[in-house]
């Protein structure tokens, strides 16, 4: 590789993100660069190591690319070297912050370092004030307050110049010394300023916001507060260097009383901590990760493998301790080197932590609710007169159940289980559960008949199906079962034979038991049953095979049930609500939605929440009109009882999208994440990607990164991986979207590596093309241009050829814009190979392409100054666009068309056509500017002056432009 080549590979590493890529390219450079003996590219190339070690995440290296840079200088002076000399400068302040934060590097050595740079800024004839505030920083770390007032005050009105921190910069430490301090307002009036101006560090306006958080909150800015958290954080998650700031982020959630979002951002960093950028970033992370662990109660938090440790869930409380004495046990190192305490001391604070002052909500995807209210006296459910105080207690109604369930004083053991038999049937859980209260009080003791007490167990059993312990169920009905058939009781033998089937097919749906049971069930109440039983007992058989996913069996099933289910209409309303489900599965929608109506109809007569809810969403699936599904489920929410309120809020939250809603939809989702982190419930990173998308769509693009985020490191956990990576390829869009070119370009980069097997090629050329389209729009051409060819290679290696001939074509403009002449040629070789074998093809899709690579070749060529051949390869391609109502590439062609038969010197030819074009574009648009210019210049061309000034005045035309 010649040096010329070298000098371009540094070029194309300083436009890459910091973080480990750059660095791994930087130290692969490096190696080659001392190989081919060029001192100016080893001394330029150890200058840009050195700054992309410190915002990179391992400063440590930066030391000893800064002293062989430092030494060369002084040792060998080059004119080169004066042309980096304010950049060397500059450098002594990363070395004095950075030697601060190594406990192994003595206190002496940063001292001397200090004093050589301010020798060398007085030698220069240059302000000492950033001389200054380094001082006044290692009076700070070491606990000195009067050296750090001292310092302070210097650094205060020294003036400013060329080598001091940028405007963004120096404030962001002055709000840090004053919010130390207790000087929370100055802080503020400080800042603001500085946030209404333009900042174009690096750092900023990230650093500046996060050193803002405290003194926001104690003035009781509660809302800039959360703004800045949310900013500030989204800039920062992204970069090892940042670990310090995060760990700030963690404890002002720990502040507000956002434990779980604190917690979240622990884990979501926790593995930096395994290659900490510095061991006081460590630590300071370290003690306020365990602060907000500490909050966490009994909870466990997913920690990453490491080298020597698997992945696991570990125990909140333990990780905290574990912290806390990495926290303690790096800041007695530090006091150890510095002979203070102050570290120490400091850290104990930073371990104390706890929440303050009212909450501060910062979560884009979790409302804390507030406490729910204690239920008035006389609020609860009646059981009747004659029950026992201590039952009515025991009485508690969900949403949607009847606030009075009347249980007669003087009913007897018998009477009270067919009560709550008839009140299950009826979905009234509230008298069920009174009835059975007031047996248990009055007759739990007593020695019952074997029928009365295998009704109880069948009624408990029924009970504990509804709290989902299936096997608990399972064994209650064997039991229910034996007793009856002992005391010869065969109907409700069968009715409990029946129910076990399903609940056996319902744990394992290859389960030949259950089936059977249920079927057997069902014959022998088809002889002595009434109808009522009958059609509960077919029911049962077609849900036996429902959960075995045989829909026609289960249809057929249904259809031997007496149509009015002997009279029951909470029976029949079931039985109907069943069958849409069927009726849904067998693609019969049509029947589907009757069937569904006609179950919430019942329902609505009958006034059972229940059947209501259910027959809504079911209806709400099977409507073809958004605004139909929007309506059920508005219904159904009316309706819900508190358990079925999460799956009513999301489909409400989809249908809403669906019908172009979105912003209702992304409440609903909140409030869907919310209720499911409330129950505990699997599936919030499944809703936390869905609300993320609906963020994107009404363009809050911050929240949708968030989220998003956090669904992406949720769905890791569950092992999700392709979820987790079409979460990931959402995200890179946001962050496209916000401006963080680098953060998407990381996303895509992961994606790709992810996508590595032959199945996942098309995919993985497709995240490849986007990464590339970014890295074209950021003006980062050379990457943009092997972003393309990586992805034309996937796409051939696919087999699609269309999608080569595209990204081929987008590799040769990167190739043309980013001056590298000759690959852009080499890539137009193959884009006219490939367009050959495509030629001939009617397709549209086919069409554009193949003239799209046209107007690329002959782009390329135009740079080539190989006019006639650029001109012949656009021969008819404008025709061939317009024929696909592709009217503004055409007029692009043509502009082109126009501007190679201008400098053939054919301006007659060029006019007419180029007149056509300015006078098809929309008025004002940069096409018609460029193509008027052209147009003005082909007058001046053809001795038409007046014409061309009239033109340049109508379009705002410099003659010289």
Known sequence: MSDEDLWRVLRGISDMPYGAGQIAALEQLLRRVDAADDRHLAFVTRMQATTGYIYGGEPAKSFVTFSWCLSEFDSDP????????????WHFKYMINGLLNFPEVPLDRTYAVLDDMERRYRAGGHSLQAVHKHRFRVADHVGDAEAAAHWYRLWQTTPRDGLSDCAGCDPTSQVGHLADTGRDVEAVELAEPVLAGRLNCNE????????????????????EARDAHREAYRRLRGNLANLWDIG???????????EARAVELVERHLDWLDRPPSPAAAMHFAAAAAAALRQAGASTVYRRAAEGRPAAEVSAASLADELAETATGLAARFDARNGTSHQSEWIDRRLAVRA?????????????????????????????????ASSTERVRPGRGER?????????????????????????????????????????????LPARTAAHRLALRASERGEDNDIEGAITLNRAALELYREAGAEVPAQTVAGRLGVLLTRSDEDNEEGLRLAREAAEVLDRLGDVRQRAAGHERVALTLLYRERWADALAALDRAPADAGGDRHLAARIALHRGHLLE??????????AVDEARRIGRELGVDELVTGACLAYARLVDDPADAV????????????????????????????????VEAVDDFVEAVTLCVERGAEGDAFLRWELANAYRIVGRLAEAAEVAEEAVLGLDRLGAQAEADRCRHLLAGVYAGLGETDAALALLQQLASNLDGPDNLPHRAQVLEEAGGILYDADRDAAAGERFAAAAEAYRLGDLPLDELRARRREAYAWFWADDRDAALRAVEVVDGLAAKLAGQAEPQVTYELAMAAEAGARVLTGEERLDEALGRLTGVPDRLRSIEAFGEAAQVEALIGELLLRLERPAEAEPLLRRVVGGLPAGSRQVRQTAWLLARALDLLDRPAEAAALRAEHDLDQDD
């Open 78 to 89: 080059q004119p080169y070297h004066q042309r980096h000399l304010h950049n060397l400068l």
């Open 403 to 447: 606030q009075a369930a009347t249980v007669p004083a003087d009913a007897g053991p018998d009477d009270l289980l067919d009560l709550a038999e008839q009140s299950w049937g009826r979905h009234d859980r509230a008298t069920f559960r009174a009835a059975l209260v007031a047996f248990d009080d009055r007759f739990g003791s007593a020695e």
């Open 631 to 662: 309506a059920a489920c508005d219904e159904a929410l009316a309706a819900a009882p508190v358990e079925a309120e999460l799956p009513v809020r999301v489909a409400r939250a989809r249908a809403l999208l669906s019908a172009g809603r979105a």
């Open 204 to 223: 900023q306006p990230q650093s500046i916001l996060t050193a803002l958080l405290l003194p926001y909150l104690r003035t009781g800015r509660a809302e």
């Open 356 to 388: 303050i002052g009212e909450h501060v909500p910062l979560s884009a995807s979790v409302r804390r609710r507030p406490a729910r209210p204690s239920r008035p006296a006389g609020d609860e459910p009646v059981a009747g007169a004659g029950t026992p």
């Open 585 to 594: 599965e067998s693609d019969r929608v049509e029947e589907a939605r009757a």
């Open 248 to 258: 700030d982020h963690v404890e002002f959630c720990t502040l507000t009383g956002n």
